[in-house]
């Protein structure tokens, strides 16, 4: 199993990035699929979720309004629409299925990380 998070980059204060998640080796469909960042010598922060039914979304408050999770089940994949970029939000991203039953916004709720992508967003 295998997930790897790509589309990130170096962007201006105010640019857009648009990250994608690509699951192989299994699908989870039926799962939730969480986006968390991690900046140097911080904790990993949870991002936002979104779920298989309906596809409801749910984002940490400092992303609501600017990001945007969805999710093509057909290709195994889940994106991250990054608009509104700020220098706070550089960091590692990485995404993952909730694979546990624990609260969302909690990182031991999910399972399979892959590599992240690096998002580094310049003042």
């Known amino acids: 199993v295998q997930l790897q998070a790509s589309g990130g980059g170096l962007v201006q204060a105010g640019g857009s990035l648009r990250l994608s998640c690509a699951a192989s080796g299994r699908t989870f469909s039926g799962y939730g699929m969480g986006w968390f960042r991690q900046a140097p010598g911080k904790e990993r922060e949870f991002v936002g979720v979104i779920y298989w039914s309906g596809g409801t979304t749910v984002y940490a408050d400092s992303v609501k309004g600017r990001f945007t999770i969805s999710r093509d089940n057909a290709k195994n994949t889940v994106y991250l629409q990054m608009n509104s970029l700020k220098p706070e939000d550089t960091a590692v991203y990485y995404c993952?299925?909730?694979?546990?039953?624990?609260?969302?916004?909690?990182?031991?709720?999910?399972?399979?990380w892959g590599q992240g992508t690096q998002v580094t967003v310049s003042s």
């Open positions: 993952a299925p909730k694979t546990g039953s624990g609260s969302y916004y909690l990182g031991a709720s999910y399972n399979y």
